[in-house]
């Protein structure tokens, strides 16, 4: 069966560092998202991607995040310099169309920043 | 803003049946949907509803849709030691395009299933 999957499902960093989150979709999918989950709180929406343009971000995902697809298969989230609170786990996700509602989520990235 | 809430635990025998409520403020929320999380693993999708249906029956799993008083209920038929994880209720709105895929999530309920 088709999954999201992400990669690495660890990473360790110092604060101040640059990290990069990666993210392989499901192959016929077209819209992408990525998302957090603090320890303890609600998964929260981060920003969606679709045409190779961000569509939706929320005021989580500010100038320190980026997104991108490189190729025709990653989907990656960069943290250009990590803070504390970006501790947390993220996942990603993918979805077919926009009238397809289910969206399929990868097992999550668990970033610990130190 | 929407809100999703759930409540935080519920323990449950196994071979009973178990009961997991939501409520969402969101009165233009299209889709909703049920998630499991298992230990150490992603975003399981279990099930969604259609705002405009009041029950969806997949195998051992009920949906309930209370549109009026916005409560979603999920419903595990002879619950098993191997349902025992985190289950998340969001929402999504009736917007199209990628408004679809954005989930707001209640913050989990932990299910334990005792033997």
């Known amino acids: 069966e088709p999954e999201v999957t992400q990669t690495p499902s660890h990473q360790v960093t110092q604060m101040g560092q640059e990290v990069i989150l990666r993210c392989v979709p499901i192959?016929?999918?077209?819209?992408f998202y990525w998302y957090r989950q603090i320890l303890g709180q609600k998964v929260e929406f981060l920003v969606s991607?679709?045409?190779?343009?961000?569509?939706?971000k929320s005021e989580i995902f500010d100038d320190q995040f980026s997104v991108e697809r490189p190729d025709g298969s990653n989907f990656t989230l960069k943290i250009r310099s990590t803070k504390l609170e970006d501790s947390a786990m993220y996942f990603c996700?993918?979805?077919?169309?926009?009238?397809?509602?289910?969206?399929?989520f990868g097992q999550g990235t668990r970033l610990t920043v130190v | 803003g929407e809100d999703v809430e759930q409540s935080l635990f519920l323990s449950v025998r196994e071979g009973d049946s178990s009961v997991i409520n939501c409520t969402y403020t969101d009165s233009s929320s299209t889709y909703l949907y049920w998630y499991k999380q298992e230990p150490g693993a992603g975003l399981q999708l279990l099930t969604y509803?259609?705002?405009?249906?009041d029950m969806k029956q997949d195998q051992r799993l009920t949906v309930l849709l209370n549109k009026k008083d916005k409560h979603l209920s999920l419903r595990i038929a002879d619950t098993q030691t191997g349902d025992s994880a985190i289950y998340f209720c969001?929402?999504?709105?009736?917007?199209?395009?990628?408004?679809?895929?954005?989930?707001?999530f209640g913050q989990g309920t932990i299910l334990t299933v005792h033997p």
């Open positions: 996700a993918s979805r077919w169309t926009g009238l397809w509602p289910e969206a399929f």
């Open positions: 991607f679709y045409n190779n343009e961000i569509s939706e």
């Open positions: 509803i259609f705002s405009n249906m």
């Open positions: 969001a929402e999504s709105r009736n917007a199209g395009g990628t408004s679809y895929g954005k989930l707001t």
């Open positions: 192959s016929n999918h077209l819209y």
